[in-house]
Each structure stands twice: as structure tokens, then as C-alpha cells.
């Protein structure tokens, strides 16, 4: 079965761009989240995906947003890229929205540098 | 606020001995999960071990165990008989069930296991 897949690895942006990250889930899995990663903040909650619908949000500005396609497959999107927006984009897929009894599998994540 | 704190944000130990790595942290919740992921080399998170607060019998996943507090709020991770691939990133983490179902995560304590 293959695992989450995170597209691309890497990305190099320059302030002011937008950028679209892709997150394929495990087959079957139906909840998609989003995490990022800074060595300075550490990983912080962006938001999760259910059938195509945010359930959740985490404190991030409105640049940040998702979507999730009908096979699960989940998008963000960052607008009006900042240079503190420099981190590790990880995401995770689960069969549920998860609650705490749900295990998360992680993808490798998307690397993103902006200059 | 809830929050995690990992108060070692680097530690080396000798191959084959046994580490303790330390998470306190801050809720008014009674009910909750607790998790130790780890983050090797190639990005991917990885759950390691999962408590639940109303279960007072510290979970263990073959050589991880934890010593769960939770009058105290602490919640170590203990690797026994550690291995190279034990290298990694550690994160502690705390969601409340029922709540706004985001997981918090501490700043993560790396591990290097030393030949």
C-alpha cells in the first residue's frame, strides 16, 4: 500500500508569489491535515480536510488554504508568500477526522524556501 | 493556553544504553491523549507511542515505554536498549478529544545515538 505522498520536495519562491502544495493520502483514507514546520515555531496545526471539508483550523493568517478533492487528495495554498513563510509543509493522512484515537500517517513533506 | 514543553532539545547517548526524554505540559482538561512521534533523517513523522489520561497504566511499544504523570503533566518517553535508527527527532504532543481536536506539539528534543 503506498504511504502518503507529498509533491513537490522541494520549492523555491520569492516573496510575493503564491505557491500550491499537493498531498496524495493513503488509499482509502478519507482525512487529510496540514502541519507546518519551522526550527523556530516547531510544528504547528494548519488545518484538516474530511470529505472535501474543513473541520478545522488552526491560528494561521487567511493567506493560508486548502482545499480537498472528492479522491481525497488535498491542496494548500499560500498567497502573498513571506519570507517567514521558509518551512517544512508536512501532511498526514487518517481514515477519520481525527480525535485523538486516530492514527496519523505522515508524508516526507514539502520543503519551501522563500527568497 | 495548552502547551508542550520538551526541555532538552539535544541529547547523545552510547548505543545499547537506555534514554529518558522529558514533556511536561499544560492543560485544564481532564480527558486527553498524549503522543511521542519521531522525525528521522527522511522527514516523516512517526508515531511512536499514544496515552490516554483515563488509562493510569503507562503504555509501552516494545523498547518505548512512558512514564505518564498526570498530576504532575509529565509524560516521558524511556528507549531502552537504544539503537542507531533511534537517531531522530522527538516530538511530544497533546490533543483534547471533544475539544477543537488540534494537535499540539513541543519544540522536539533531537536524539543522537552514538556508536
Known amino acids: 500500500k503506498a504511504g502518503v505522498t507529498q509533491t513537490p520536495r522541494y520549492l523555491i519562491k520569492t516573496r510575493g508569489q503564491q505557491v500550491t502544495l499537493s498531498c496524495s493520502p493513503i488509499?482509502?483514507?478519507?482525512?487529510v491535515s496540514w502541519y507546518q514546520q519551522t526550527p523556530g515555531q516547531g510544528l504547528q496545526f494548519l488545518f484538516e480536510?474530511?470529505?472535501?471539508?474543513?473541520?478545522n483550523k488552526g491560528n494561521f493568517p487567511g493567506r493560508f488554504s486548502g482545499r480537498q478533492f472528492s479522491n481525497s487528495r488535498s491542496e494548500m495554498n499560500v498567497s502573498t508568500l513571506e519570507l517567514g513563510d521558509s518551512a517544512l509543509y508536512l501532511c498526514a493522512s487518517s481514515l477519520a477526522p481525527d480525535r485523538g484515537n486516530e492514527k496519523l500517517f505522515f508524508g516526507s513533506g514539502t520543503q519551501l524556501s522563500v527568497l | 493556553a495548552q502547551t508542550v514543553t520538551q526541555s532538552q532539545p539535544e541529547m547523545s547517548v552510547q548505543e545499547a544504553e537506555t534514554v529518558t526524554l522529558s514533556c511536561t505540559y499544560d492543560?485544564?482538561?481532564?480527558?486527553?491523549?498524549l503522543f511521542w512521534y519521531k522525525q528521522p533523517p527522511s522527514r516523516q513523522m512517526i508515531l511512536v507511542i499514544r496515552?490516554?489520561?483515563?488509562?493510569?497504566q503507562n503504555a509501552t511499544e516494545n523498547r518505548f515505554s512512558v512514564n505518564f504523570q498526570k498530576a504532575a503533566k509529565s509524560f516521558s518517553l524511556k528507549i531502552s536498549d537504544s539503537q542507531l535508527g533511534d537517531t531522530a527527532m522527538y516530538f511530544c504532543a497533546f490533543m483534547t478529544p471533544g475539544g477543537d481536536d488540534k494537535i499540539i506539539f513541543g519544540k522536539g528534543t533531537r536524539l543522537h545515538i552514538l556508536p
Open positions: 488509499s482509502g483514507h478519507r482525512s
Open positions: 492543560t485544564s482538561e481532564s480527558n486527553y491523549y
Open positions: 496515552q490516554e489520561a483515563y488509562k493510569q
Open positions: 480536510y474530511f470529505s472535501e471539508t474543513q473541520r
